[in-house]
């Protein structure tokens, strides 16, 4: 047996503000953008050559809302593997993604945290062989 995640949801404020940033700033591909009803799209991004897919899910309401930027507690909810951390990192900085820290170097690999437009907080990763 074989399994594994195909997407997840990511509570965003707009649509075209997300897919923005993910496809123009940080290179992802945009796998999908369909029209749903006058108020809600089907937007899937994934970073190049992953199999797991990002959902951009426009929030629905104050409560939802309420968890744009926040949806891990405050904590790094979401990791970039790449394996060429020097050129990503220069490549999205130039791009306007902006790094709470400069890299680090852990016994487990090369690691910068960065949040996105919306107040996510993400890892860029290379991991030591």
């Known amino acids: 047996m074989s399994q594994h995640i195909s ?4 509570v965003v404020p707009d649509y075209d503000a997300a897919i923005a940033f993910y496809v123009e700033n940080l290179g992802f591909d945009l796998v999908e953008d369909t029209k ?11 970073p190049k050559g992953a199999q797991t897919r990002i959902l951009l899910a426009k929030a629905d309401g104050p409560e ?5 930027g926040n949806q891990t507690g405050g904590r790094v909810g979401f990791f970039l593997h790449t394996d060429d951390f020097e050129t990503d990192y220069a490549r999205m900085q130039s791009h306007g993604v902006e790094f709470e820290e400069n890299p680090r170097y852990e016994p487990y ?4 945290v960065f949040r996105d ?3 996510n907080r993400w890892d860029l990763l290379q991991l030591s062989h």
């Open 117 to 119: 437009p919306f107040g």
């Open 36 to 46: 749903l009803s006058e108020t809600k799209r089907w937007v899937l991004v994934s």
């Open 109 to 112: 690999g090369t690691v910068a």
């Open 64 to 68: 939802q809302e309420s968890a744009i």
């Open 7 to 10: 997407a997840f949801a990511l």
